[in-house]
């Protein structure tokens, strides 16, 4: 029995890193009658054992999944119960933002900055393209950005194309498991190349009839930098549905929401409608930014619908 790390995921198959070399590996059938609602029981940066095919040395069987420090997850499609585990055992995410071409929206950032907060993933948010910004987006950018870090997210404002910031970037990646994450077109294969131009990774150019990025990376892979740096390259995510939380301890992902709860009249407070709301009371003069109130709000809404 050998021990790897998981580098590619299709699904179907798996490259599985041991020492210096890959072997491609499928998995045994009863990985996947172990109770895992996941539509991939195996995901990128699993640390798996598998065993060598007799017939064929550089291919094998993964026989099981140590367990995972982390993981980000998401619905697989909407109003499925079924789950996708993006990636695993990821020392942070990088989740890249555009304000146009293509355009992510807040409510979008707020969904993932939740479900890394419920899985325990550090997130970094890069603000990219400053290289195609006017006076009124770059104003845009410094309000946005100083919501986040004002609720404790590092935020920098970046150009994967000429460069700008990456060095930082970078710097945070030296000696950890680093993931990129954001919508098709955002610029995270040009951001991998830009750290590592030998990647060569596939990028293409926004839809000029739709403003939308086009599916590049079909498959999450791991890539293997300089520096001890390791980077998860991940497909455009459209949507982002949360999974796994009940509408009581949704706040506790809102990190602004979190510290502010014990401050309510009642200890189960949703924050909604209840009298003496300490977090609603926040919202109201202006020390929680509005779109992170709506974003909850909405999240909640769903979660009470799946209940």
Same mark, same amino acid.
């Not at 070399?21 to 996941?38: A, D």
């Given at each position: 029995?050998?021990?790897?790390?998981?580098? +590619?995921?299709?699904?179907?198959?798996?490259?599985?890193?041991?020492?210096?070399?890959?072997?491609?590996?499928?998995? /045994?059938?009863?990985?996947?009658?172990?109770?895992?609602?996941?539509?991939?029981? $195996?995901?990128?940066?699993?640390?798996?054992?598998?065993?060598?095919?007799? #017939?064929?040395?550089?291919?094998?069987?993964?026989?099981?999944?140590?367990?995972?420090?982390?993981?980000?997850?998401?619905?697989?499609?909407?109003?499925?119960?079924?789950? *996708?585990?993006?990636?695993?055992?990821?020392?942070?995410?990088?989740?890249?933002?555009?304000?146009?071409? @293509?355009?992510? *929206?807040?409510?979008?950032?707020?969904?993932?900055? =939740?479900?890394?907060?419920?899985?325990? $993933?550090?997130? $970094?948010?890069?603000?990219? #393209?400053?290289?195609?910004?006017?006076?009124?987006?770059?104003?845009?950018?410094?309000?946005?950005?100083?919501?986040?870090?004002?609720?404790?997210?590092?935020?920098?404002?970046?150009?994967?194309? %000429?460069?700008?910031?990456?060095?930082?970037?970078?710097?945070?990646?030296?000696? /950890? $498991?680093?993931?990129?994450?954001?919508?098709?077109?955002?610029?995270?294969?040009?951001? =991998?190349?830009?750290?590592?131009? %030998?990647?060569?990774?596939?990028?293409? @150019?926004?839809?000029?009839?739709?403003?939308?990025?086009?599916?590049?990376?079909?498959?999450?892979?791991?890539?293997?930098?300089?520096?001890?740096?390791?980077?998860?390259?991940?497909?455009?995510?459209?949507?982002?549905?949360?999974?796994?939380?009940?509408?009581?301890?949704?706040?506790?992902?809102?990190?602004?929401?979190?510290?502010? #709860?014990?401050?309510?009249?009642?200890?189960?407070?949703? *924050?909604? +409608?209840?009298?003496?709301?300490?977090?609603?009371?926040?919202?109201?003069?202006?020390?929680?930014?509005?779109?992170?109130?709506?974003?909850? #709000?909405?999240?909640?809404?769903?979660?009470?619908?799946?209940?």
């Amino acid at each position: 029995m050998r021990k790897g790390v998981v580098y +590619k995921s299709t699904g179907s198959w798996y490259l599985v890193k041991s020492g210096a070399q890959f072997y491609e590996c499928i998995i /045994k059938g009863k990985l996947r009658l172990q109770g895992i609602k996941s539509t991939n029981p $195996v995901a990128v940066g699993d640390h798996v054992q598998f065993e060598l095919l007799e #017939k064929d040395p550089m291919k094998g069987v993964i026989a099981s999944i140590e367990e995972r420090k982390n993981y980000i997850v998401r619905r697989s499609v909407n109003l499925s119960k079924q789950t *996708h585990i993006i990636a695993a055992n990821i020392d942070q995410v990088f989740l890249l933002v555009t304000l146009q071409q @293509p355009i992510t *929206h807040l409510a979008f950032i707020d969904r993932f900055l =939740a479900t890394a907060q419920a899985y325990r $993933v550090p997130v $970094v948010l890069l603000f990219n #393209k400053v290289d195609v910004f006017d006076q009124a987006a770059t104003e845009a950018v410094s309000a946005i950005k100083a919501v986040y870090e004002a609720i404790g997210y590092t935020s920098l404002i970046i150009s994967a194309k %000429n460069g700008t910031g990456v060095a930082e970037v970078r710097q945070m990646m030296q000696n /950890k $498991v680093s993931m990129f994450a954001g919508h098709s077109g955002v610029g995270k294969s040009t951001l =991998a190349n830009a750290l590592s131009p %030998n990647l060569e990774l596939l990028t293409a @150019p926004i839809s000029a009839q739709h403003q939308q990025g086009q599916h590049t990376t079909t498959f999450a892979q791991m890539f293997d930098l300089e520096d001890n740096m390791r980077i998860v390259d991940t497909p455009g995510i459209k949507g982002f549905g949360v999974v796994d939380m009940s509408p009581e301890e949704l706040g506790d992902y809102f990190p602004e929401i979190f510290a502010l #709860k014990n401050n309510c009249k009642f200890n189960n407070c949703l *924050h909604t +409608k209840e009298p003496q709301c300490a977090v609603r009371t926040a919202v109201d003069d202006g020390e929680i930014a509005a779109s992170r109130y709506r974003s909850y #709000k909405q999240l909640l809404e769903e979660e009470t619908s799946y209940r």
